[in-house]
């Protein structure tokens, strides 16, 4: 019995010490403080060019491909090369104007791109808020939850109703960057594979 009892406590006193402990509540505003800091960083170099891999999935239809995805501010190209189909096409624009090329029927022009690959690719894919959590960012105009990895680095972010988690990071331009960005909201999915980064300096 007293052995018994002996091997209950050794048993519990294990299984406390490999409980992990909570986080203290200053360790979770440094993190917050730091992915803010991070984020001001990146705003200052809206000049960024990225080449990789992307698949979208609705849970009916896909697309994949290889993707060059450049940003100069406001104004942005975007390159996909489908090597299944051999077919690629060419998003371009800026605030206000969106133009679709490489499709049958086209060039597309809209006032959106999101709303433009929508129509004519059925990709539901935020662009604008895209482009800040490719980079690790909370997309600026609504309210977000955000989790920290054990380095300190976001490691899912909760927006629009999308779960945006964060596989792996590399360094470029002396920033650290998302190397695996895995994107959902229901049955839509959006994974993207990041095998460059090129990111201007800071002005």
Same mark, same amino acid.
């Given at each position: 019995?007293?052995?018994?009892?002996?091997?209950?406590?050794?048993?519990?006193?294990?299984?406390?010490?490999?409980?992990?402990?909570? &986080?203290?509540?200053? /360790? %979770?505003?440094? @993190?917050?403080? $730091?992915?803010?800091? !991070?984020?001001?960083?990146?705003?200052?170099? *809206?000049?960024?060019?990225?080449?990789?891999?992307?698949?979208?999935?609705?849970?009916?239809?896909?697309?994949?491909?290889?993707?060059?995805?450049?940003?100069?501010?406001?104004?942005?190209?975007?390159?996909?090369?489908?090597?299944?189909?051999?077919?690629?096409?060419?998003?371009?624009?800026?605030?206000?104007?969106?133009?679709?090329?490489?499709?049958?029927?086209?060039?597309?022009?809209?006032?959106?791109?999101?709303?433009?690959?929508?129509? &004519?690719?059925?990709? /539901? %894919?935020?662009? @604008?808020?895209? $482009?800040?959590?490719? !980079?690790?960012?909370?997309?600026?105009?609504? *309210?977000?939850?955000?989790?920290?990895?054990?380095?300190?680095?976001?490691?899912?972010?909760?927006?629009?109703?999308?779960?945006?988690?964060?596989?792996?990071?590399?360094?470029?331009?002396?920033?650290?960057?998302?190397?695996?960005?895995?994107?959902?909201?229901?049955?839509?999915?959006?994974?993207?594979?990041?095998?460059?980064?090129?990111?201007?300096?800071?002005?």
């Amino acid at each position: 019995m007293i052995l018994r009892r002996v091997l209950l406590v050794l048993a519990l006193g294990l299984l406390s010490a490999c409980a992990t402990a909570p &986080r203290r509540a200053d /360790n %979770v505003q440094g @993190e917050l403080k $730091a992915q803010a800091d !991070r984020e001001k960083s990146l705003a200052q170099r *809206p000049h960024w060019r990225l080449t990789g891999r992307i698949a979208v999935s609705d849970g009916r239809d896909n697309g994949s491909g290889r993707i060059v995805w450049q940003q100069d501010g406001d104004a942005f190209v975007i390159s996909l090369n489908a090597p299944v189909t051999r077919r690629s096409w060419r998003l371009s624009g800026g605030p206000g104007h969106a133009r679709l090329e490489g499709l049958d029927g086209g060039p597309f022009e809209g006032a959106d791109a999101s709303s433009l690959l929508r129509e &004519r690719l059925g990709w /539901n %894919v935020p662009l @604008e808020d895209l $482009a800040a959590w490719v !980079r690790g960012m909370r997309a600026s105009r609504a *309210p977000s939850d955000i989790a920290f990895d054990d380095k300190g680095l976001p490691a899912s972010i909760l927006q629009y109703g999308w779960t945006i988690e964060y596989r792996q990071f590399g360094v470029a331009g002396g920033l650290t960057l998302p190397l695996k960005v895995f994107a959902e909201r229901g049955p839509q999915r959006i994974r993207l594979v990041v095998d460059e980064w090129a990111i201007e300096p800071a002005p």
